[in-house]
């Protein structure tokens, strides 16, 4: 597939040429989506996702042109999964995302809001990061979920997002916002963001590269509905924008017959 070729159909794809250039491209999108929603309402939601291309993006979030643009104390910051490790591991989103780029803005510590999956009562933990995400959206954890401006999102080479694998418990989630989930093929615990408040998001954006991902994406993107193996599928905003933002190497199979 052509690098910057746009293809519309249930989705926006939008295919770069590198590793760099999705970070680079989502840099611009941040920027954008965080502009229109301080217009909108004077601030910036948006929760963050693991994984190396993140990395590599927050790392540019951190410099110019995209440092000074962004409105850091208008900004809240949480996150769409947490692995069950503390801050300081290096397993730890949080402890990701600190290091390389919430140490590095003028943001208040106040307003970024870290999930705790180290804690042993998960359940607990996750009732308590909805009770926070309602706060800061002045709402209450038994209503509609919330709108965030803007949602990161991954995709795994099993075709998992956030921590929403194959065959998981919270695939099944149709209320809660956040739910602990046990992943057996990893035997350990994570939280996770749900379908039903990631598919409120005003904004999603997945950022996907690598030759390893190109069976996943096109069977994603291009293969039968089967969420349940494929749970990237059950992402279909309600009324917001989808856009998949890909490298040449991970679109490599896109067009061609699907296994």
């Given at each position: 597939?052509?690098?910057?070729?746009?293809?519309?159909?249930?989705?926006?794809?939008?295919?770069?040429?590198?590793f760099a250039a999705v970070a680079q491209e989502a840099a611009k999108q941040v920027v954008a989506i965080a502009d229109k929603a301080v217009a909108r309402c004077g601030r910036f939601t948006v929760a963050l996702a693991g994984g190396s291309t993140p990395k590599?993006?927050?790392?540019?979030?951190?410099?110019?042109?995209?440092?000074?643009?962004?409105?850091?104390?208008?900004?809240?910051?949480?996150?769409?999964?947490?692995?069950?490790?503390?801050?300081?591991?290096?397993?730890?989103?949080?402890?990701?995302?600190?290091?390389?780029?919430?140490?590095?803005?003028?943001?208040?510590?106040?307003?970024?809001?870290?999930?705790?999956?180290?804690?042993?009562?998960?359940?607990?933990?996750?009732?308590?990061?909805?009770?926070?995400?309602?706060?800061?959206?002045?709402?209450?954890?038994?209503?509609?979920?919330?709108?965030?401006?803007?949602?990161?999102?991954?995709?795994?080479?099993?075709?998992?997002?956030?921590?929403?694998?194959?065959?998981?418990?919270?695939?099944?989630?149709?209320?809660?916002?956040?739910?602990?989930?046990?992943?057996?093929?990893?035997?350990?615990?994570?939280?996770?963001?749900?379908?039903?408040?990631?598919?409120?998001?005003?904004?999603?954006?997945?950022?996907?590269?690598?030759?390893?991902?190109?069976?996943?994406?096109?069977?994603?993107?291009?293969?039968?509905?089967?969420?349940?193996?494929?749970?990237?599928?059950?992402?279909?905003?309600?009324?917001?924008?989808?856009?998949?933002?890909?490298?040449?190497?991970?679109?490599?199979?896109?067009?061609?017959?699907?296994?």
């Amino acid at each position: 597939m052509k690098t910057g070729q746009i293809l519309r159909h249930e989705v926006d794809l939008l295919v770069v040429s590198d590793f760099a250039a999705v970070a680079q491209e989502a840099a611009k999108q941040v920027v954008a989506i965080a502009d229109k929603a301080v217009a909108r309402c004077g601030r910036f939601t948006v929760a963050l996702a693991g994984g190396s291309t993140p990395k590599r993006l927050y790392s540019l979030l951190t410099a110019e042109p995209y440092c000074t643009r962004l409105p850091w104390r208008g900004t809240h910051i949480f996150w769409g999964d947490e692995r069950a490790a503390p801050p300081e591991h290096p397993d730890s989103n949080f402890g990701m995302a600190r290091a390389t780029l919430l140490s590095r803005v003028p943001i208040p510590a106040n307003q970024v809001h870290r999930m705790q999956a180290e804690r042993t009562d998960l359940d607990a933990a996750a009732s308590e990061y909805e009770s926070e995400i309602a706060k800061v959206f002045e709402i209450r954890p038994t209503d509609e979920p919330p709108m965030f401006d803007l949602i990161l999102l991954g995709l795994g080479p099993d075709g998992h997002t956030a921590s929403l694998f194959p065959y998981s418990h919270a695939l099944q989630e149709a209320t809660r916002w956040v739910a602990p989930n046990y992943i057996p093929e990893l035997k350990t615990n994570r939280l996770t963001l749900t379908p039903p408040i990631l598919n409120r998001a005003s904004a999603i954006l997945f950022l996907v590269s690598g030759g390893e991902k190109a069976a996943v994406l096109q069977a994603v993107l291009e293969g039968p509905p089967d969420p349940e193996r494929l749970p990237a599928q059950l992402i279909r905003p309600v009324a917001g924008r989808l856009l998949w933002l890909v490298d040449q190497a991970a679109a490599s199979r896109l067009g061609e017959k699907v296994p």
